[in-house]
């Protein structure tokens, strides 16, 4: 369910641009230690330059629709070269992620970002559809008094990304993760903390190798000349 922002909403017109940050959750692309499901149908060299493709789509994309602060929450630590090769070139900062179960993650993302601001938006990096108006959405959505929440669901059941203005560390102890009512689960525990929730479209990830396939061409495309912009040269689009 989507909540309309109420047009009598009192907020600072400088919180859009000013007190949001994006943590953007990321992994080494290593062969056979990302992307595994989608490794079973491409192979694991494959899928880790899938991934490092649309890693860098992440931060590029996010980058170039904010002038807010971008961090990246690494996995298994910040030291691999690509991951550096991120912060040099889009000027993101890149912190070790929390260990844990996915919800610790999250809970400790959402802690990272409030670090530097108020409101946090919290995406992974397995959306390779990152074109549109869906940041500037996210932080108007977060823009109002209030305990707000943003939910960008993925047609699996789970989301691709989640902002609050609140911490709220229970709102990531509640889904079963990895199953299709992650989003269900999330929707009502934020609603039980008090919190109005926008949405923006249902979007697909890519987890399965069904679900590369479905991307179109054109996209495949985007995404291996990006990947090759960053030195992969054995991605394959189609």
Known sequence: MSVANPPNANHASSSLEDDFCVVIFAKAPVAGRCKTRLARGVGSRRAANIYRAMLEHAVAETRAATCGRVLLACTPDTRHPFLRHLARRYAVSCHRQARGDLGTRM????????????????????????????????????????????????????????????????????????????????????????????????????????????????????????????????????
Not at 165 to 191: D, H, K, M
């Open 107 to 238: 809970a400790r993302g959402i802690a990272l970002g409030r670090r530097y601001a108020q409101r946090v938006i919290l995406i992974g990096s397995d959306q390779p559809a990152l074109a549109g108006a869906w940041l500037h959405e996210a932080r108007r959505a977060l823009a109002y008094d209030g305990p707000r929440a943003w939910l960008a669901p993925a047609r699996d059941g789970g989301y691709w990304g989640i902002g609050l203005n609140r911490p709220r560390p229970q709102i990531f102890r509640g889904p079963r993760w990895s199953t299709p009512r992650v989003a269900i689960a999330t929707r009502t525990e934020l609603a039980r903390q008090g919190f109005a929730v926008s949405e923006a479209p249902v979007r697909n990830d890519i987890d399965e190798p069904r679900d590369w396939h479905r991307l179109s061409i054109g996209l495949r495309r985007h995404l291996a000349r990006r990947a090759c912009l960053s030195g992969t040269t054995a991605f394959e689009p189609t």
